[in-house]
């Protein structure tokens, strides 16, 4: 069963800098897609950022440029490096992720952006707050 545990939310000004970091564990596959979402209370989730075991990244065009996912494999450990903050980025933010013996995972792993009930796995959240 994988496991996601997210850290570093905060609560920052406007124009900051946040990274926050999931930690994940008990992947069954090599093959897998992760990601960052967000929800705010009241609107939908979206997806913002995901990364597949071969390192291809895909970004929403609302963070493109701001923000940016990585992944530290040895850590097993997924980043968010956010920028230039503004207080629309105020919501909680979620690590979720899919995994699959298929490869058919990895090619579907940008479109889990916007299909974010595709991801399989899910941690609690962290909250991420954005004063002006």
């Known amino acids: 069963q994988v496991q996601l545990v997210e850290s570093g939310g905060e609560s920052v000004q406007s124009g900051g800098s946040l990274r926050l970091s999931c930690a994940a564990s008990g992947f069954m596959y090599r093959n897998y897609c992760i990601g960052w979402f967000r929800q705010v209370p009241g609107k939908e989730r979206e997806g913002l950022a995901v990364?597949?075991?071969?390192?291809?990244?895909s970004y929403a065009d609302s963070v493109k440029g701001r923000f940016t996912i990585s992944q530290d494999n040895t850590k097993k450990t997924l980043y968010l490096q956010m920028n230039s903050l503004r207080s629309e980025d105020t919501a909680m933010y979620y690590c979720a992720a899919a995994e699959s013996p298929s490869i058919i995972v990895l090619r579907e792993c940008a479109s889990k952006i916007t299909a974010s009930s595709d991801m399989e796995y899910w941690g609690k959240g962290t909250l991420v707050t954005i004063s002006s």
């Open positions: 990364v597949d075991s071969d390192g291809t990244t």
